[in-house]
């Protein structure tokens, strides 16, 4: 790998001294939408005629450079009339383009990676896009477009379990997914425990998953990086969209503060279904509602200042005796700089907040916990000329980890006040990307990020003899819990423990021909946060805890090689990839660990390794009345955590166990039908095979009582998952493109009222005493209708 670095540092200061007696000149500018004025991510600029060609990046600017002449450009995109300008390239030139909705087309579009055959020369792989129209026309559970839902669809990404807005990546856990919203961190995706995910679709301006060759100005996860941008606000003229559903309603408004300088953006949600419970003489509730702002300002030609935010909260209460509220907040103020037609900047100031409250009126206490991070990004995108594009930038992370307090709830509670002792960290990364075409038929991407992570001095840290938090029974044979031997205290500067990694990226693609590629992938990661959680799905109780003195950061390696073509141009398109990665210091759990209230947590983890290898298969219809895909994935993941020394058991004694999220097949097929121009048919199918769980194999009585022997960890599966939804879209007057625009939306969940397993659970049977097996299933059949509009 050292060498390979060495290369292609070589060969880019060749490239950039190397002298060209041809006079050479810049094209730069940004894309726009005509009707908002929103940037366009992802437009293609192309010139035939010396099959030169760029994008337009996540701000909608683009910079190409090209020798002396008159040239036509071709200006395209997905969804949006191309442009065909003449350019006379004797000067440089910034020049900016608007782009019009093709209206005929929008509906059609599903993906809009790898359609283009452009996107058959770059090296970027294991990447997905998928548009918010996409996301609208998936049938899903209560009939709330779900962008997590959506991407489960994809392969290699699964769902944590029904009902569930959780995912998992390539067999990674759900703690390993970097999320981002406008480029914060959100900690937890989902609303009212995972029925609904935390993403408005009518807010979102673009969508990117990452599952590998992930570029190196992305770190701090070690399986996936979700990249969501929100849109800026239209800063042309009022608008207004939303819908009506069964259990929740929205409502996006958006409209120029000053006309084509500056524009706002609200969006919001809730949820109502618990309004109606008291019909029924039921006395609980479960509701949720967010909010989505943004802020846009063109200061000048080249400066943009952007203020978006995000807060949502979640509340569920049984009775008058459980409370629990939880939820994201975020804010981020981000200024775009054009230093040159040639330098793009943007610099970021981002506050993000994780918060989660539980109140026990029945034991007369309440809980709360959460995560803070202050993040300050710089990041620097140079156009160095037309077979090179650098990205380099920094990063620095401020973190606040409170594991918890609890106080009471009244004078007359028995208990005390409690506070489990604050962490805090700091996460730095500088890092360097490179784009070059080292031929017509050869590119490469290479990178290099260093990270360090500094845990930082806390009030009170409990030292172990032979720093071992957790020792071995040799007499019981099991894991318990170290006693302290003492304690140290730190001052706030102090640094406690400290991780530096080196983490080069390293991907290519070579063109067969004009219509396929084969592309390959290397990447080195690290992740210094750890999802504290001994179960399956993302709950609302899982504890977020740094690296530090005795807990280490894992370490990601995964290589990807991988087959794409365009069949019929672009109307078809085959991706075929194969992965393998191993994950070293997983932290992994001892028999009857207690994660809750534990203000020594590194008493009941012991860090082991994780692997996971797989073969995905997508398959797009991307053009015509009926487009779709079919995905299938056929992987393995699974653990170990062997003894620490010879008389070490290990877990699971020392052999290799299914994660809980391991699925040998995953299957999927969404298809969209547009039958005519006022109805739209959609439908998914979706079988996986059932997540591995811990079932028991035999008991004994110990003085009258019951006690379970359980088979080795994660051994049996769930029965398989499958299911069937469809769903039809109704637009009364297709052809009013003025005033109030409208369209219904009714969909089946679950058409065949599959009871998929969510657990199963063992127990004795109350008339006859006999054991038995209870299938616990969250969801039958579903209907729902919804009512959408804009205007």
Known sequence: MKNIFVCFTILFFFNC??????????????????????????????????????????????????????????????GYNTIIDTINLSQNITKNYSLEENVETLNEIIIIENVEKLDIKKPQMSINSLTSNTIKNIPVVLGEADVIKAITLLPGVTNAGEGSSGFNVRGGAVDQNLILLDEATIYNSSHLFGFF??????????????????????????????DIYQKDGNSKEFHANGGIGIVSSRLLIEGPLKKDKSS??????????????????????????????????KIDDKNNIYLSGYFGRDVFTIADSFENIYGNSILNLR???????????????????????????????KWNSGIQNFNLKYDFKYYLNNKMKLEFGLNSIY??????????????????????????????????????????????????????????????????????????????????????????NFKRSDVIKSFFNAEPRLSMAYQLNDKSSIKASYNRMSQYLHLLSNTSSPTPLDVWTPSGKYIKPQLLDQYAIGYFKNFNYTDYSLEIESFYKTVKNRIDYIDGADLIANNAIEQVILNGNAEAYGLEVLFKKNEGRLNGWIAYTLSKSKQQTEGRAPNELGINNGNWYNTPHDRTHDVSLTANYKYSEKWKLNANFLFQTGRPTTYPNSQYIYNGVNVPNFEPRNSNRLPSYHRLDISTTYTPKPDKKVGLQSYWVFGIYNIYNRRNAASIRFGSNETSGLNEATRLSIFGIVPSVSYNFKF
């Open 264 to 297: 706002f953006l609200f969006g919001g949600r809730s949820s109502y279904a618990h309004l109606f419970l008291p019909l029924f003489d039921i006395n609980n509730e479960a509701y949720f509602y967010d909010l989505n702002t943004k802020l846009s300002f």
């Open 17 to 78: 001294f190397h002298s060209n007696s041809q006079e050479k000149f810049t094209l730069s500018g940004t894309i726009f939408e005509i009707k908002s004025n929103e940037t366009v991510i992802g437009v293609n600029l192309y010139f035939p005629e010396i099959e030169l060609g760029t994008s337009s990046n996540e701000y909608g600017f683009f910079s190409i450079t090209v020798p002396k002449g008159t040239y036509k450009l071709m200006i395209s995109s997905i």
């Open 399 to 488: 973190y606040k980890f409170n594991p918890g307090k609890i106080e009471p709830t009244t004078p007359t509670s028995g208990i005390s006040t409690f506070k489990l002792i604050d962490k805090y960290a700091f996460e730095n990364a500088i890092y360097l990307d490179s784009e070059y075409q080292l031929s017509d038929k050869l590119a490469v991407s290479f990178g290099l990020r260093l990270s360090s992570f500094l845990s930082l001095g806390q009030d009170e840290l409990n030292v172990y003899e032979n720093d071992q938090a957790v020792v071995f029974n040799d007499n019981l044979q099991i894991y318990e819990k170290a006693n302290p031997i003492g304690t140290e």
């Open 335 to 365: 200024w775009n700089h054009l230093f040159s037609n040639k330098l793009f900047t943007n610099l970021s100031l981002i506050y993000s907040d994780y918060y989660y409250d539980l109140k026990l009126n029945f034991v007369e206490f």
């Open 197 to 226: 995910s935390v993403f408005n679709p009518d807010a979102i301006k673009d969508l990117k998953l990452y599952k590998g060759g992930i570029p190196a100005r992305y770190g701090g996860r070690v399986s996936s990086v979700l």
